[in-house]
């Protein structure tokens, strides 16, 4: 019993330090919100200043804040096992099928919900990527994202979680770090990637590993997506099409952007093989029991996950606060 109540204490210290984290990086990037605002507001009207006026006090002040906070709880180091590059690149095509096959479900919700209020659902990360200098997109979601998020997500999570068993952790790892995001179209395909990012941390203990395979999506997602839906000038074809597909305004409008269509036509190719591919290995490693996680040092008892693990004034309290955001967005994104 007295186990119980310590490993509960435990995962609300976790989830406490991760709010208050959170607190401190949205204020912060409130209060340099309103000092650009204040002093040189024009700025803000750039997309690219936008972002960095954003990014750069979370990324420099909140999340070091947040990184030191969570040090202060106890940790285990994960046991460390070689991956071969065989290995790397199966675990890379399931990431990246993963996360495309849960952006589509995230996309269809969003769209049943957009049709429902009367209003289409934002989805920043597409606005953020197609709207923004590619440097700029390139440094905070390719270079900076996967570094930050990895570390606080799956080392530090992982590590600080570990100890009541692999699955735990990696359960707790996919759920905040999917919750962080704080719209639901990210939350979908967040918790699945984070959440097999975990695993894959759990059973290697190498975080270049994951941060390697995060970049990898991140660029094909912020960068290469977003360009080449700017290369395809998606805007103009769906004017075109919602105007009765005029032969005389299509044929010159494909011939100039032939080759971002070219480019667009493998991605999708890309997109589908991966899926297929990812739901293939996926199947094969469920049959032949790969996925398969060890207890930890200490053991929760059965019926009693839940309750120790989530129903605690720290990770209610998290938990609560980031659905709130997500259905905000929803509601009035």
């Known amino acids: ?8 204490k435990h995962f609300s210290k976790l989830g406490g330090m991760f709010i208050i ?15 650009v605002g ?8 750039d997309p690219n200043i936008s972002l960095l006026v954003s990014m750069l006090p979370m990324y420099l002040v909140g999340m070091p804040i947040l990184i030191l906070l969570v040090r202060r709880l106890p940790a285990e180091t994960v046991e460390k096992h070689d991956m ?17 096959a849960m952006n589509f479900l995230g996309t269809m919700v969003t769209t049943v919900i957009g049709t429902l209020k009367g209003s289409e659902v934002q989805n920043l990360v597409a606005e953020i990527a197609t709207s ?28 600080r979680t570990v100890r009541y068993g692999q699955g735990v952790a ?15 179209n990210q939350f979908i395909y967040a918790f699945a ?48 099409v919602s105007q009765g597909m005029d032969m005389e305004r299509l044929v010159p409008y494909m011939m100039e952007h032939l080759a971002g269509w070219i480019g667009y036509l493998l991605l999708c190719i890309f997109v589908f093989g991966s899926i297929i591919a990812a739901a293939v290995l996926f199947i094969v490693f469920l ?4 996925f398969a996680l060890k207890q930890g040092t200490v053991v929760i008892p059965q019926g009693k996950k839940f309750r120790t693990i989530f129903l605690n004034l720290g990770m209610i309290i998290y938990c609560v606060f980031w659905i709130g955001v997500i259905l905000v967005q929803l509601l009035f994104g």
């Not at 019993?1 to 509960?8: P, Q, T």
């Not at 984290?21 to 000092?35: C, K, N, P, R, S």
């Not at 998020?149 to 992982?158: G, N, P, S």
């Not at 990696?170 to 639901?184: D, E, I, R, Y």
Request: aromatic share 12%; hydrophobic share 55%; glycine share 8%.
């Open 84 to 100: 071969r590059p065989g290995q790397f690149v199966v675990a890379l095509i399931m990431t990246f099928g993963l996360m495309y």
């Open 21 to 35: 984290g959170t607190i401190v990086i949205y204020a912060i990037q409130l209060g340099v919100g309103a000092v």
């Open 170 to 184: 990696v359960l707790v790892s996919g759920l905040m770090f999917g919750l962080f995001h704080g719209n639901l």
């Open 132 to 159: 923004t200098n590619v440097v700029v997109v390139f440094i905070f979601m390719v270079i900076c994202a996967p570094i930050m998020e990895e570390y606080i997500f799956r080392k530090l999570i992982v590590d």
């Open 1 to 8: 019993m007295e186990e119980l109540k310590m490993s509960r």
């Open 287 to 290: 049959i032949q029991k790969r």
């Open 193 to 240: 990637m984070g959440t097999f990012l975990a695993f894959l941390y759990v059973k290697t203990g190498k975080l270049k590993l994951t941060i390697a395979i995060h970049m990898a999506v991140n660029f094909m997602g912020g960068v290469v997506s977003s360009q080449l839906v700017k290369a395809i000038n998606l805007d103009e074809y769906m004017e075109i």
């Open 38 to 45: 204040i002093l040189v507001p024009y700025w803000l009207y």
